[in-house]
């Protein structure tokens, strides 16, 4: 392994990636050589970030696709698969958390679009992608978790149990794809300044009780998942599957 982190001129899918952690890791990705295929819900959000990534020299492709959509995710490799040959690493990035309140009072709807985005959504965009990376030789998989899927956020009960199943779908995949040289991986933040989570960051009483709880004594930024992100894609990761790596700023620590 001469170059263990030498990733230029694979081929990438980021979902959620038109802002926050999907749009560190992309713009991470596009940085460091890869082709990276670009997609959320919202097709103009994606042509302003590939506008940006093009105009720095990289080569993008901006695909809306919605994860709770089976047609749409199918389509969304297809339409990579066209453009740049295949997959060689997918993360699965989106989410969504409608509801904020008790598990009993939750309505029915609300359970099943977050898990029908949340987890769903990353089987069939898997199910998807993982003909393409056989036919390459191997790939890369990384699922995006949550502390929450380690341990349940308060009011956050329906995102707590699918980030918990996103974990236990990355350790199924980890042995299932094993034989076929595509390790699977979750990164698991803890509280990240995006929009996803403002509800929480700009609520001052839950600011300070987390920073109380979390050594480090801040809240994260997207861009610190890049790191990880990269190393989960390149090729030094080669011997790591299955695994759960929490960036949290400490928060997860057990504290006396």
Known sequence: MSQPFDVRGKVAIV?????????????????????????????????ALAADLRAAGHDVLPVAAHNGQKDALQALVARTVETYGGVDVLVNNAATNPHFGTLLEAPDSMWLKTFEVNLLGNVWLTQAAVPSMRERGGGKIINVASVNGLRPGSMQGIYSITKAGVINLTQTLAMELADDNIQVNAIAPGLIQTRFAEAIWSNETLMESIAQRTPQRRIGQPEELAGIALYLAAPASSFTTGQVFVIDGGLTVPML
Request: aromatic share 4%.
């Open 15 to 47: 979902t959620g990636a038109s802002r926050g952690i999907g749009q560190a890791i992309a713009t991470a990705y596009a940085q460091a050589g890869m082709k990276v295929v670009i997609s959320s819900r919202k097709q103009e959000s994606l042509d």
